[in-house]
């Protein structure tokens, strides 16, 4: 990783990219619909910060949301420059003008970075902060009176394999997914300053001083047979699980990935029609009184 990409986390975003990009597609309608909703209040030429704005999926149905509703600034905030530099070419629009942010909410007091905003939006981002209470604190702050802080955080684990996939012992996204928790929290506790939360997002959003709190959800749903787009999902997915937690799987489970990634071989996963993508985007969020 180059070391202006450093995140708290020690992952390499730049290189995640491709990644990134797939889920946004995938994850398109959703973002549509919870733009719609945020922005749905705002005022004509609103405010809106878009922090951790990663491939900028979000960022454009943000953008596409406010030009709807008279236009506005959008900002976008990002410890990773070759993030923001994709985020602010995905989300540009007439309408809206665009600016970048490079920081890390973390060090940085988000208040003294842009202006005070009608809407901060945060997606599955203060989770990498080793503080999360104090990162949702400093978000809060870049509101005005009046202004929305929304967190997508938590919701329900995407699935995208059938139970038992013909090879191996059935269940093995499962496995997969447990042992990706053992290393998040892992991950999480070497952090330096980590502090635990014990608690859920719509606490730390009241302790953070907002009012009016609750949440909502938006449904991720791409249902088998598989478009080639889910497919391309489903593989890459598969690798980058089996490859966090491949020290935490026994050699059972590595040998099945290993066969449902072979392009070359029977079981390759590009064969199959039962491939699908379900998931949940969940939204929390409170008022600056």
Do not use: N
Not at 145 to 159: I, M, R, S, Y
């Amino acid at each position: 990783m180059a070391a202006h990409a450093h995140t708290h986390d020690h992952i390499d975003w730049a290189s995640r990219i491709p990644d990134l990009r797939r889920v946004d597609e995938l994850d398109a309608g959703a973002f549509t619909a919870i733009a719609a909703r945020l922005t749905a209040a705002l005022p004509r030429g609103a405010t809106v910060v878009d922090v951790g704005s990663g491939a900028g999926g979000m960022s454009a149905a943000l953008a596409a949301a406010l030009a709807t509703c008279g236009g506005g600034t959008l900002f976008l905030v990002d410890a990773v420059p070759e993030l923001l530099a994709v985020a602010a070419e995905t989300a540009s629009t007439d309408s809206v003008e665009i600016r970048t942010v490079h920081a890390d909410v973390a060090t940085q007091a988000l208040d003294t970075l842009v202006p005070a905003a009608d809407l901060v939006w945060a997606a599955s981002m203060v989770h990498h902060l080793p503080d999360q209470q104090a990162g949702v604190t400093g978000l809060a702050s870049a509101l005005s009176p009046g202004g929305v802080l929304a967190v997508a955080e938590g919701g329900l684990e995407t699935q995208t394999l059938p139970w038992d996939v013909g090879i191996g012992e059935p269940g093995l996204e499962r496995r997969l997914m447990a042992a990706r928790d053992e290393w998040f929290g892992e991950m999480r506790a070497s952090m330096e300053g980590a502090v635990r939360m014990p608690y859920g997002w719509t606490t730390a959003l009241g302790k953070a001083g907002l009012a009016d709190v609750g949440s909502f959800t938006a449904l991720v749903d791409h249902p088998a047979p598989p478009s080639e787009q889910v497919r391309q999902f489903v593989l890459g997915r598969l690798d980058r699980l089996a490859e966090t937690v491949e020290d935490r799987i026994g050699e059972d489970d590595r040998e099945t990935v290993r066969r449902l990634l072979d392009p070359a071989g029977p079981d390759h996963l590009g064969h199959r029609d039962d491939l699908y993508v379900l998931g949940t985007r969940t939204v929390h969020f409170g008022l600056k009184p």
